[in-house]
Nanobody, 123 residues
């Protein structure tokens, strides 16, 4: 069993930065792939970034590529999402999720989900 807790969300002006953290409990977390998803009001949830268990491979959605960076520290059981050059369209609830696969953008691949953290970018 893995429990995930996101933190680091908040209100930021356009052009600003935030770093989200996803802290996990469970000794097997280091063997899971992790994804960051977001869901804006009235829109479907989408994967913005994902990382393999080793951190050796990553995925970024086109809308965030070059601005967001996903990383992980397995010794701390934590995955991060560094978000730079934020735009109002990045406003959403951000979720981290973990699953027993290498890399996936599909929600159905992920077994465990956090409760989400709100990111609001003002113009």
């Amino acid at each position: 069993q893995v429990q995930l807790v996101e933190s680091g969300g908040g209100l930021v002006q356009a052009g600003g930065s935030l770093r989200l953290s996803c802290a996990a409990s469970g000794r097997t977390f280091s063997s899971y792939g992790v994804g960051w998803f977001r869901q804006a009001s009235g829109k479907e949830r989408e994967c913005v970034a994902a990382i393999t268990w080793s951190g050796g491979s990553t995925y970024y959605a086109g809308s965030v590529k070059g601005r967001f960076t996903i990383s992980r520290d397995n010794a701390k059981n934590t995955v991060y999402l560094q978000m730079n050059s934020l735009k109002p369209e990045d406003t959403a609830v951000y979720y981290c999720a973990a699953g027993n696969m290498a890399l996936s953008v599909s929600q159905s691949s992920y077994y465990y989900w956090g409760q989400g953290t709100q990111v609001t970018v003002s113009s």
